[in-house]
């Protein structure tokens, strides 16, 4: 991550963009397509990632910095691409594709663009969209569905199906715990302690026993590398 030598226009531009990112694509839903998330999600991501991509190459200066994520991550990717080439359905491959490629472009950009000080932001719209989506998955759990959102498996908010929520909800919960960590502000921490409380209620009525195991041992191998790294 380039810090505080990327240029303060480009850095904000990226953050509003990524900020949009993290609020848009849990919500976004379309009940009218036969796929009514993921369509209107990766469609969001892909709009994102052009504005990023075009921030990033047009920048001033343009700096590629590789972490050490950078190679496995490459490596990731093209294995996964040879792969749609011996797929039982092309189509349905490339559908994947463009979900992995999206993603790691989307993580380049960030990796050589975001600013620092823009993190404490985007940890409080994570954070948020969570708490709003634990609302409404919480609210299907108990029966309340004033938006009537469609599902494949209840509770699941704007997820389409329950074990989608959940993945999306240890990926979100991390964020939560994070802000409360990190931020001084008050009304940041209360946000980052009711936003957690509910997600992790969420995730427990998901029913989804692999997502709880998922985020435990994340949480648990986290701790211990944190511990760590404090005590070298």
């Not at 792969?83 to 960030?110: C, M, N, Q, R």
């Not at 948020?128 to 569905?145: C, E, H, K, V």
């Not at 026993?209 to 041992?217: E, F, Y």
């Amino acid at each position: 991550m380039p810090g505080s030598s990327t240029p303060h226009r480009d850095a904000t531009l990226l953050a509003w963009v990524l900020a949009a990112l993290v609020i848009l694509v849990p919500l976004a839903l379309w009940g009218n397509l036969r796929d009514y998330t993921l369509a209107p999600k990766l469609l969001i991501v892909q709009i994102a990632l052009v504005l990023l991509m075009g921030s990033w190459l047009i920048g001033t200066p343009f700096t590629i910095y590789l972490s050490s994520a950078t190679l496995p991550a490459i490596c990731f990717v093209f294995v996964c691409t040879v792969s749609i080439l011996h797929a039982t359905d092309p189509i349905a491959g490339l559908l994947e594709g463009t979900k992995l490629w999206s993603g790691f472009g989307i993580y380049l950009v960030v990796a050589n663009r975001l600013n620092k000080t823009h993190i404490p932001g985007l940890l409080v719209a994570i954070t948020s969209t969570g708490l709003l989506i634990s609302l409404l998955g919480i609210a299907q759990y108990l029966g309340w569905q004033p938006f009537k959102l469609p599902s494949a498996g209840l509770p699941s908010a704007t997820l389409g199906f329950r074990n989608i929520a959940a993945m999306y909800l240890i990926q979100a919960i991390p964020f939560g715990l994070a802000l409360q960590a990190l931020t001084r502000s008050t009304h940041q921490a209360w946000l980052a302690s009711l936003a957690t409380g509910l997600m992790a209620v969420f995730l427990i009525y998901t029913r989804t026993r692999g997502a709880w195991i998922g985020l435990t041992t994340g949480l648990l191998l986290a701790s211990v590398l944190l511990f760590a790294a404090a005590r070298s």
